[in-house]
């Protein structure tokens, strides 16, 4: 690998160094596939868009697809949408030239120019407003654009990956992201699952954090405890790789675990009480009493994600692994209310040890 793999990380905004791709994408099959995905594509100069939660490893995925490139040697340039206001992003992304506002003593060269021949990453994509959207689709369309306050029109040869933890399909129902811009930068599309879905890969996430951070602070840490990482397979990540790391990194400076099983324990995933009512179905039939089982887990499940989040839809969604409006459809066809109900003529959606005080919907 080039020098640039040195910039490599495992979650997003976090530390960053070289990783083993065995590391970066484990043994569950999920990430294999990604892995495979990403071999294939990485000679091909096509938009790739990277779904997932916050700490998945989103921008870990990308360095990866960079430095497996034909261009690993040439610029990857990294822009956070987010991060910056709307005006201020566009000078950001294309430039702008001498007297093109106030302020603008010199002209200057913009992320596109500079990621020529390159890979350029936009970071958190659906946070870009609209206006700057369809300059951006014309630059994606074309390859060319203009500086702010240029009539030249310049080219730029570069690789587009782009990062959201959002769901782009819920944005553009809102009106929110261009529909047209999503076909554009959605060629290849790569979803990489919260950690609660790969714990297959604890083990080796786990140690791959003890011994970076070990040899980071010249510390030896000592052995993780079996019931560390019992506990570890029991919580469900709400902070995914990112909280993994940061308990892990702790532990390597503190060289104990005080403190912190507690907090995995307020965090526990809820076992199954058996709460599921079957019918056996009157003529025997398998295939009707699985499909009742799949409607009843689905129902109960998304209760429990909804208490979690205090009935915060979109939480819950981001919880179930799910897309925002694939719960609405799920809670509808399961009889769900579209809120917390508490009136006492309602049938509440919890039970009622789990609602607020007071009489009113709330």
Request: charged share 25%; aromatic share 8%.
């Amino acid at each position: 690998m080039s020098k640039r793999s040195q910039s490599m990380g495992l979650a997003d905004g976090v530390s960053r160094r070289e990783i083993h791709p065995e590391v970066l994408f484990g043994r569950t099959e999920a990430m294999r596939r990604i892995q495979n995905t990403v071999e294939r594509v990485a000679g091909i100069r096509v938009p790739v868009l990277i779904r997932g939660e916050s700490g998945t490893g989103k921008e870990a995925v990308a360095d990866f697809l960079h430095e497996s490139s034909p261009w690993n040697e040439n610029p990857f340039v990294k822009v956070n949408c987010a991060a910056i206001p709307g005006a201020l992003l566009e000078s950001e992304l294309f430039g702008y030239e001498k007297g093109a506002f106030t302020g603008a003593y010199a002209s200057r060269a913009g992320k596109f120019e500079q990621a020529h021949e390159g890979t350029l990453l936009l970071d958190e994509i659906a946070d870009i407003d609209g206006t700057l959207q369809a300059k951006l689709l014309h630059a994606l369309q074309d390859g060319s654009f203009s500086r702010i306050g240029g009539l030249e029109e310049r080219q730029a040869v570069v690789r587009i990956i782009s990062i959201t933890n959002r769901d782009i399909t819920e944005e553009i129902s809102r009106g929110a992201f261009r529909e047209d811009l999503y076909y554009r930068i959605n060629v290849v599309n790569i979803q990489v699952p919260p950690l609660r879905d790969r714990l297959d890969d604890l083990p080796t996430l786990t140690e791959y954090f003890i011994s970076s951070y070990s040899e980071q602070f010249k510390r030896a840490a000592p052995a993780l405890p079996g019931e560390v990482l019992a506990r570890f397979r029991e919580h469900h990540w709400p902070g995914n790789i990112r909280e993994l790391e940061n308990y892990l990194k702790r532990y390597v400076i503190l060289g104990s675990m005080d403190g912190m099983l507690s907090e995995l324990q307020d965090h526990r995933v809820a076992p199954s009480q058996g709460n599921f009512q079957l019918e056996r179905p009157a003529d025997f039939s398998l295939k009707k009493f699985a499909r009742q089982a799949s409607m009843e887990a689905e129902r109960f499940l998304m209760l429990e994600a909804l208490k979690e989040t205090r009935w915060n839809r979109r939480r819950a969604s981001e919880l179930l692994g799910i897309s925002y409006r694939a719960l609405l459809y799920k809670m509808r066809d399961a009889g769900l209310p579209s809120k917390r109900q508490t009136r006492a003529n309602s049938t509440p959606a919890v039970p009622p040890s789990d609602l607020p005080g007071s009489s009113s919907a709330t």
